[in-house]
């Protein structure tokens, strides 16, 4: 028989198989579902930012999963509000938000944790006040965002903490931006900032103090919608796969996945001030790979009450979900 024109069992069985792929394809297709997810603060701060990381890697798009557009919003019940009203069953949000809704009856579970600290939160002073230390602040004036915000209580602890309760004028200032304002004009002796504020700014400000020495609070979540947990399983734990792959690689290569931020938000993170944040945050451990720490969970409703925003005992039980996280990263509730 001619070589060119016989064909070997070995070719037969390849076409055999590139054949039965081809019927496959359009199976695979039908089951990747397109959907848009939920990061509040995505393309302010760097708390959600690693999702961005993700989406450049290609984490979040496969076989189970191909997502298009995040949904994002300011903080709190917003939310919450465009999870529901977009029709969004999955997103990375902040736990009083979710905390809140799930209270008012919202079907939505914890399925993973996100930010794990609010090391991303401190204060600063001007460089020539000689404001480097809480204790520098006795009698002097410290501004917050507003009444019941948790910078607000995070203040309060930090200044009960360091015995000093009622020893400073605490000064609601509204935005950030406005509080660096008054810092600068001399309103107030120290003020509220974060990444990746500090980091585009660090030459103008030193730092006043931090809340390292506070225990680590759960501050952001990953949440499903029950209909999510119910009828599309397998898309949720591409999910959480997809942040804890976004976690591990900002984890591991800072100066890259600061780049890939970039990539997204050139104007709020260039590069340079991406890859200090990212460092910033890997030095603390500021992400959750995914593990839901319920003592985390526990100072964060405690700030909560402290606000006057909760009342009671959660039943966590009830409230969060472990199953679609890998084993190792499941804890003891």
């Known amino acids: ?76 019940g917003t939310a919450v509000r465009n999870m529901v009203g977009g029709n969004v069953d999955y997103g990375v949000i902040g736990t009083s938000a979710a905390l809140t809704g799930m209270r008012e009856g919202l079907d939505l ?59 400073a004028q605490l000064v609601s200032l509204g935005a950030v931006g406005v509080g660096l304002s008054a810092l600068e004009s001399g309103g107030v002796d120290a003020a509220l900032i974060l990444e990746p504020l500090w980091s585009a700014r660090k030459s103008r400000y030193q730092v006043a103090f931090t809340l390292s020495e506070l225990p680590p609070m759960s501050q952001m979540v990953g949440v499903a919608s029950g209909r999510m947990i119910r009828e599309q399983p397998e898309v949720l734990r591409a999910l959480v796969k997809a942040w804890e792959q976004s976690v ?6 800072g100066d890259e996945a600061g780049t890939l931020m970039s990539k997204r938000f050139p104007t709020v993170l260039p590069a340079d001030v991406a890859q200090s944040a990212v460092k910033n945050m890997q030095k603390v451990k500021y992400w959750s790979r995914g593990e839901i720490d319920t003592t985390g969970l526990n100072f964060w409703v405690k700030a909560m009450a402290e606000q006057g925003e909760w009342k009671g005992t959660p039943d966590w039980s009830k409230m969060l979900d472990q199953s679609f996280l890998p084993q190792e990263l499941r804890r003891t509730i």
């Open 248 to 253: 591990d690689f900002t984890y591991a290569h």
């Open 1 to 76: 028989m001619n070589e060119t024109t016989s064909i070997s069992r070995r070719h037969a069985l390849a076409m055999g198989i590139g054949a039965g792929s081809a019927l496959l394809l359009p199976q695979m297709a039908r089951a990747q579902k397109k959907m848009d997810i939920m990061a509040d603060y995505y393309g302010a701060l760097i708390n959600t930012a690693v999702v961005a990381v993700g989406l450049e890697k290609g984490y979040y798009s496969n076989a189970q999963v191909n997502v298009g557009n995040v949904v994002t919003g300011g903080g709190g």
């Open 109 to 167: 579970r914890i399925v993973h944790g996100a930010i794990r600290t609010m090391e991303d939160l401190f204060w600063v002073s001007m460089p020539n006040s000689g404001i480097k230390s809480i204790q520098d602040l006795k009698g002097k004036k410290i501004g917050f965002t507003k009444p019941k915000s948790i910078s607000e209580t995070m203040l309060k602890w930090k200044l009960r903490e360091a015995g000093m309760e009622g020893q």
